[in-house]
């Protein structure tokens, strides 16, 4: 079975993540390491009833094969949720229904990255985007995350000296920083991008879990022409689904509903089917608050946790809204092996190192608080505080 592999395939690892996640399954560990929404805030009862609905409507139309760009209903719903929310003119062509917004980074990768083509990405990046993109093997020019977006001059700097073909950015709650970009880092960045042919990639999937602070315009308002963004159902309603969403300019459209079609044909149709009437008969914004609110309490705990548990000269993000928190331990501290002792402690965290590419033993670690309620979160960071205060000295 030698040299049956593509190097495509060769050359990226597994998840990291999905690794440690075998890891936490033992009960008894306290995990802030998954990425996960809250089961608890799922709207089982009101799925079932839509799923029975569409059925008893339209039985079996929602079962046969459908069209690519995805239900025109469903693309009408997110379009007029753009105008209402955002204030951004959508048309219901310019969206693509995908398998969840993972999809979409693939089907971008495969419509526009050719081997060794630029790419620009945050430094500490989301995962799955540098695993989507990594098959496509370009040249990735990380940028420094800081508190407010990316560092400007180095951005700068990269879409100068280089021919940038993609910005990869979650410019909202991010995973895993929990940062958010300012009008002002949104607003440069639009400026240097202005003109060129580098496509911003906006993705959105915890724009609507603010529980702090106010909007900011989203690059798709500021600079459409430059801009593709991926959303999601999967935190505002559930992931299982798999149903996300592309809004891309004509032109780019084109290309990826042909990279759709060679890829699956059309997203789930019934799901999509589901979603939407679960969208059409209940107040989605009632639930979204729900999630916001259970969230920003059990991100006040895990704060106020930090706070009295961790040394006084660890930094970290104070997120206004998402699901992550990221701590930078002092220099020379490798997140790894603090992981490996709060392990036998019972406490889980996931280590900074996947979120780079190409450097190991990153003082770095990321702190989900979405699923966690504030005593066990009390409990976790007291442990992992005493773990880090041992490892410090
Ligand atoms: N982008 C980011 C930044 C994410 O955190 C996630 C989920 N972990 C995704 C995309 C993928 O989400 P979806 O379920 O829509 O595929």
């Known amino acids: 079975m030698n040299g049956i592999f593509s190097d495509r395939i060769t050359d990226v690892p597994r998840s990291f993540i999905r690794e440690i996640l075998k890891v936490t399954v033992d009960e008894s560990i306290i995990s802030f390491a998954g990425g996960l929404p809250n089961r608890d805030l799922f709207p089982v009862n009101e799925i079932k009833r839509a799923t029975n609905k569409v059925l ?8 046969q094969y459908s069209a690519s760009e995805g239900f025109l209903g469903l693309r009408e719903w997110i379009a007029q949720r753009y105008k209402t929310r955002k204030n951004i003119d959508v048309d219901p062509d310019d969206i693509l229904i995908t398998a969840g917004s993972q999809q979409g980074l693939d089907l971008l990768g495969k419509t526009i990255l050719n081997d060794g083509d630029d790419v620009v990405m945050e430094e500490p990046g989301y995962l799955g985007a540098i695993q989507a993109f990594s098959l496509y093997k370009p040249t990735f020019h990380p940028i420094p995350l800081e508190t407010d977006g990316v560092d400007i001059q180095k951005f700068e700097q990269a879409v100068r000296n280089h021919n940038i073909k993609l910005f990869y950015c979650v410019p909202n709650f991010h995973n895993p920083a929990g940062i958010s970009y300012t009008l002002e880092k949104r607003n440069a960045i639009a400026d240097i991008v202005r003109g060129t042919n580098t496509i911003i990639i906006e993705d959105d999937p915890y724009g609507e879990l603010r529980f702090l602070g106010s909007e900011q315009p989203s690059f798709y308002k500021l600079i459409p022409e430059n801009t593709v963004l991926l959303g999601s159902f999967s935190k505002i309603v559930v992931p299982s689904f798999r149903i996300g969403w592309i809004v891309a300019r004509k032109e780019v459209m084109e290309k990826l509903i042909i990279a759709k079609q060679a890829s699956d044909l059309h997203t789930n149709y019934f799901g999509q089917r589901i979603i939407h009437q679960l969208l059409t008969d209940y107040p989605i914004d009632d639930h979204i608050q729900t999630i916001r609110k259970a969230y920003g309490i059990q991100r006040d705990a895990m704060v106020e946790a930090i706070e009295e548990y961790f040394p006084k000269d660890i930094e970290y993000t104070k997120p206004e809204g998402g699901m992550f928190l990221w701590v930078t331990l002092p220099e020379g501290v490798s997140a790894v092996e603090v992981f490996n002792e709060a392990i036998a402690r019972k ?5 900074g190192d996947p979120f780079y590419i ?12 979405s699923c966690t309620n504030e005593d066990t979160t009390r409990l976790g960071i007291q442990r992992l505080g005493e773990v880090i205060t041992s490892r410090i000295g």
């Open 358 to 369: 190409n450097k190991k033993g990153v003082n770095t670690l990321r702190l989900n608080f």
């Open 347 to 351: 406490v889980a965290f996931v280590p």
């Open 56 to 63: 008893d409507l339209f039985g079996a139309d929602v079962l």
